[in-house]
């Protein structure tokens, strides 16, 4: 055994110089050899030969020879493999280092998504490279989000897949469309700032949560990734919102204090609103992990655009009267005299009289849940039938000097008081209030309404969402979709739009899924843009959207009495590298590989530092990896990481480029989308 497989076998057997196939990753090494890392230097002292060639004896101490040691592996032929053979001949790497061994914010490419990453360690590099997990550092990217070329172009009736021929617009020239649009959503949003910048009322999001099982990144990059990840994608929605927009994020824990942390920065701390607290489900559900305590709840995070601008338009919570508001609201009152004068006294808010009557003849009433569940239906009615009436008995805060003011005179027996208001949603009015041995009256009608013989509560949200506020009955088939986890329900979505737009009101979502958002706000006469990369077949925003068109009846249909109608606009980024990226991906044998390369040597955009050409002894290397354990996986990221990433897309600016073979139909719609811009 030659001694550099001896070194290389010892420095194997330390986890942290090894990736997830158990290859030796050097800058690992490198960088434990600079710092003088203690378990390094132990490891190299446990064996006689290697200890003999990189540490020096001086009366009776080793001493540890950096120099003579980071040389030696750093040797060209020392990790002389057919990946390490295939880096070289390619122009990858120079004396078997990374070309871009820096610790700048770099872009990064993960398989089903394009981020931007963190600053990159020599250490952190011992990380397995997930397919286009490659590295373009920040001076390499030049046109990479410049607004991209759009095509496929189709709009969706209920008459089925059109022609699009031009894009509604209002009276200052924005466009008016509901928009679906295929692609990276990072270089998606890019390509629609122009347009659509101060624009946005409400932007809603469910990103990738970042847990273990969505395989999202490796664990060494769990953090620093996802979160630069999610700062470039809220840099630029931002951009987005109108002065009195607001954006929701839902995130879990693992994720939500950064997060927090990073929106502070991004939206400003001072325009932080809310984090809802949504109970996803009740302790009983299946699947609830955790191991200390059943996690049942997700956060949602919100910002306002500007506080100083923001106005909610409705922070009513719609839900149906249930069991546990009879318990509460059981009374009802039957009659009362007119009562006489018992006191009166000044309001120092209004400076007007307040009036207060004792009542001698009145009668309550009380509504029986006996066997409620027998008789669910007859109880309903009877609410239903004595809705205007019926209340419950509550004592006043102490803080509330006013209403105490009145109560000091309503100790015992029935009273009522009246008198101008000065705050709220009465303030004006003139209105009687009851009291009963020292509680006031608390109308169900003040807090609800009936709408088709239901009775509904409007109660002002909190920040915590039960799990029986939010209706999911049949959750997994909404919209005639299916999404294996994540899919929110209708009904939440719902509640957020209601909050903050009116009808009309334009939506974004970026992480689109199978369509959730836009279903909803298309069922409730909101416009919306809907940006997804990942292909979900028969459960994609597409299909979901024609089902909304055609009177789709799952979810929030009934309760906003959808009928259908109505239309959507598609389009994708038009590909370029990226069809060899999604080739690559799908590619299922080192032959197919083989011949990819060869067309992507004819008809791509490669860096500037791989050799175009394709030299015998790198085919060679290149058969003989697909050859080795996981060889498949290690071919794909070789050619991923040949292509130019600034050229995934083509760019607007390339549009008449022969080269692309840009339709005349899509320049004309180009035109007709960009405008001016073009």
């Not at 055994?1 to 997830?20: G, Y």
């Not at 996986?633 to 083509?650: G, R």
């Amino acid at each position: 055994m030659s001694f550099s497989t001896k070194l290389i076998n010892l420095l194997k057997t330390d986890l942290r110089f090894v990736d997830d196939d158990g290859e030796l990753v050097l800058a690992a090494v490198q960088d434990r050899a600079w710092k003088i890392d203690h378990g390094l230097v132990k490891l190299l002292l446990s064996n006689k030969e290697i200890k003999a060639k990189f540490f020096d004896e001086i009366e009776g101490h080793w001493i540890f020879n950096i120099n003579t040691f980071i040389d030696y592996i750093s040797q060209k032929n020392f990790l002389d493999n057919s990946y390490t053979r295939f880096r070289n001949r390619i122009g990858l790497t120079i004396g078997g280092k990374y070309l871009r061994e820096r610790g700048e914010v770099a872009l990064a490419w993960p398989y089903k998504d394009c981020v931007l990453e963190g600053g990159q360690t020599k250490e952190e590099e011992k990380r397995k490279e997930i397919f286009f997990n490659e590295v373009l550092a920040q001076d390499e990217i030049n046109r990479l989000l410049d607004p991209k070329v759009l095509t496929n172009f189709r709009r969706y009736t209920a008459n089925g897949k059109e022609e699009v021929t031009d894009f509604k617009r209002d009276e200052n020239g924005v466009i008016r469309e509901n928009l679906i649009i295929k692609g990276n959503n990072l270089l998606a949003l890019h390509t629609l700032k122009q347009q659509f910048r101060g624009k946005v009322k409400l932007i809603y999001i469910d990103p990738p949560y970042n847990r273990e099982e969505d395989n999202f990144y490796n664990d060494n990059f769990r953090h620093s990734s996802w979160l630069t990840f999610m700062k470039n994608r809220l840099e630029i929605a931002n951009q987005f919102l109108k002065q009195e927009g607001c954006i929701f994020i839902s995130i879990d824990d693992i994720e939500q204090a950064y997060l927090k942390i990073l929106c502070d920065e991004i939206f400003g701390k001072e325009n932080f609103l809310a984090s809802i607290a949504y109970e996803r489900s009740g302790v009983s559900g299946l699947g609830q992990g955790g191991d200390f305590l059943v996690n049942t709840h997700e956060s949602i995070l919100c910002y306002a655009k500007s506080r100083q601008h923001f106005n909610p338009i409705d922070l009513s919570g719609e839900i149906e009267f249930n069991i546990d508001d009879m318990r509460r609201y059981n009374k009802y009152l039957i009659s009362i005299d007119n009562g006489i004068e018992h006191a009166r006294f000044i309001a120092p808010s209004t400076k007007q009289e307040v009036v207060i009557f004792r009542h001698s003849n009145f009668e309550i009433g009380t509504i029986s849940l006996k066997n409620w569940t027998d008789r669910y239906d007859e109880i309903y009615n009877e609410y239903l039938n004595k809705f205007e009436n019926i209340f419950r008995n509550t004592s006043i805060q102490e803080e509330n000097e006013f209403q105490n003011k009145i109560l000091g005179y309503c100790q015992d027996g029935f009273y009522s008081a009246k008198y101008l208001v000065a705050r709220g949603k009465n303030k004006g009015q003139v209105i009687t209030s009851y009291y009963l041995n020292g509680q006031v009256f608390v109308w169900l009608k003040d807090s609800a309404k009936i709408s088709k013989r239901k009775i509904i509560k409007t109660n002002k949200l909190s920040d915590f969402w039960n799990h029986s506020s939010i209706p999911k009955a049949d959750l997994a088939n909404e919209g005639g979709v299916k999404l294996r986890r994540g899919k929110k329900p209708e009904n939440l979505v719902k509640r957020l739009i209601t909050m903050i737009t009116e009808q009309g009101d334009l939506v974004l979502d970026f992480f689109s899924g199978s369509g959730t958002t836009c279903a909803v706000a298309h069922k409730m006469g909101r416009l919306y843009i809907g940006i997804e990369q990942l292909e979900y077949g028969e459960n994609d925003s597409v299909v979901r959207l024609q089902n909304v068109i055609n009177g789709d009846k799952s979810g929030i249909s009934k309760s906003v009495n959808w009928q259908g109608g109505g239309d959507f606009v598609y389009c994708e980024l038009m590909k370029y590298n990226e069809a060899f990226m999604e080739r690559i991906q799908a590619a299922r044998s080192s032959e197919e590989l083989v011949q990819i390369w060869r067309e992507m040597a004819e008809d791509s955009f490669l860096n500037w530092y791989v050799n175009p050409a394709m030299p015998e002894e790198a085919v060679r290397d290149f058969e003989a990896i697909g050859r080795e354990e996981n060889g498949l996986e290690k071919q794909k990221h070789l050619l991923a990481e040949l292509l130019d990433k600034n050229q995934l897309y083509v760019n607007l600016t390339e549009i008449d480029d022969a080269q692309f073979k840009v339709s005349a139909e899509d320049k004309a719609l180009n035109k007709a989308f960009y405008g001016e811009s073009l």
